[in-house]
């Protein structure tokens, strides 16, 4: 399975990203999760979609700013995130398995190259 992340970028604190991961060669139907890395901090998941999960969106990243969502071939993924702040600065990664989401990016067995946001005014 490849992916490919983008829409990563500059932004002031209070903007908006949309976030895509395109994703091809699987053969499962898809859980994509999203999940970031900041300089020196663990690797944190954000979200997961999958048609056997629905949406899940995990701890701290609960309350509306993370939305993740897909199209209908279920070959791209998003993730919007407003109300950005300068904490939100990481490099976002979108990742692949098979059928169930699960919070633990070791179970993820394709990953994208990661696509960096820096939030600063």
């Known amino acids: 399975v490849q992916l490919q992340a983008s829409g990563g970028g500059w932004v002031q604190p209070g903007g908006s990203l949309r976030l895509s991961c395109k994703a091809s060669?699987?053969?499962?139907?898809?859980?994509i999760g999203w999940f970031r890395q900041a300089p020196g901090r663990q690797r944190e998941a954000i979200s997961c979609?999958?048609?056997?999960?629905?949406?899940?969106v995990w701890g701290d990243f609960k309350g509306g700013r993370f939305s993740i969502s897909r199209d209908v071939t279920k070959t791209t993924t998003y993730l919007q995130i407003d109300s950005l702040q300068p904490e939100d600065t990481a490099v976002y990664y979108c990742?692949?398995?098979?059928?169930?989401?699960?919070?633990?990016?070791?179970?993820?067995?394709?990953w994208g190259q990661g696509t960096q946001v820096t939030v600063s005014s």
């Open positions: 990742a692949y398995k098979g059928l169930y989401c699960n919070q633990y990016a070791v179970t993820f067995e394709s």
């Open positions: 060669g699987f053969t499962y139907d898809p859980a």
């Open positions: 979609i999958s048609d056997e999960d629905g949406i899940i």
